[in-house]
């Protein structure tokens, strides 16, 4: 049984690099984005290498960098942690998913990035593919694709000089693509809509530096309250369809 979950078939790759491919292509754009601001701030590819096989949060990448060049290694620190903090319950979230995952679940919780988690978080990968194969693979092309990007944007960098004002945008345009997608795809709206409020009233309450954890503090903990209306508020526009 072990056996059949750790064979992957020419099947589930083609499978999982369908799905991965449009994320495959922005994250190496993002990623040389990523690698020629690093380029730009002292730091060569073989560190944007390092950093996208050691983070591999793009946010706090990109957030970091600029700190790290300044000389702030605490605040890059407690802001890194801050803005990654969402992974930790992304991971919870699929604990009953990877729990039979055996080795592999390790490598599935640390590489579980936004766009991997909205990938695979429903759980209806393509009909006759090996599921365990094609979570791999798929958070593995994600993140190999963004180390690529990395990579390829360090050495770009070195090699041109030129403004790089406003490259950092690029995860805030990624976020904002990946939200629209989800609000499109998604029959219940309640977590997007308290997302969006919470985080705007905490913004205007703490401040620009302080606002992130009371914002997912009460994200949090009104889904979990609300949880069982919004399963069966999903469910039900599901039955509609």
């Known amino acids: ?33 990523f690698g020629i601001l690093m380029q730009e701030h002292g730091y060569g590819p073989v560190w944007s290498l390092i950093s996208g096989i050691i983070i591999f949060s793009g946010t706090v990448q990109f957030v970091s960098v600029t700190m790290l060049s300044g000389g702030s290694v605490v605040m ?13 319950f992304f991971s919870i979230s699929m604990i009953g998913r990877y729990r039979d995952e055996g080795k592999k679940k390790w490598y599935l919780y640390y590489a579980l990035c936004d766009e991997t988690y909205a990938m695979l978080s429903k759980d209806d990968g393509p009909e006759g593919v090996n599921k365990s194969a094609y979570r791999f693979l798929v958070t593995l092309f994600d993140q190999v694709s963004w180390v690529l990007g990395s990579f390829l944007g360090g050495c770009l960098g070195s090699l041109l000089n030129f403004d790089s004002t406003g490259i950092d945008f690029a995860m805030t345009a990624l976020f904002t693509t990946v939200f629209i997608q989800q609000w499109i795809d998604s029959k ?5 809509v308290l997302g969006l409020t919470a985080t705007f009233l905490c913004r205007l309450i703490f401040g620009r530096d302080l606002f992130l954890i009371p914002a997912m503090i009460i994200i949090i903990a009104v889904l979990t309250v609300t949880r069982k209306k919004i399963e069966e508020t999903g469910g039900a526009a599901d039955d509609n369809i």
């Open 1 to 33: 049984m072990e056996q059949e979950k750790n064979k992957i078939t020419k099947k589930d790759v083609l499978a999982a690099l369908h799905t991965s491919l449009p994320i495959m292509v922005t994250f190496i754009v993002l990623g040389a984005g």
């Open 188 to 192: 219940c709206h309640i977590p997007a």
């Open 76 to 88: 890059a620190a407690i802001t890194a942690l801050m803005v990654a903090a969402r992974h930790i």
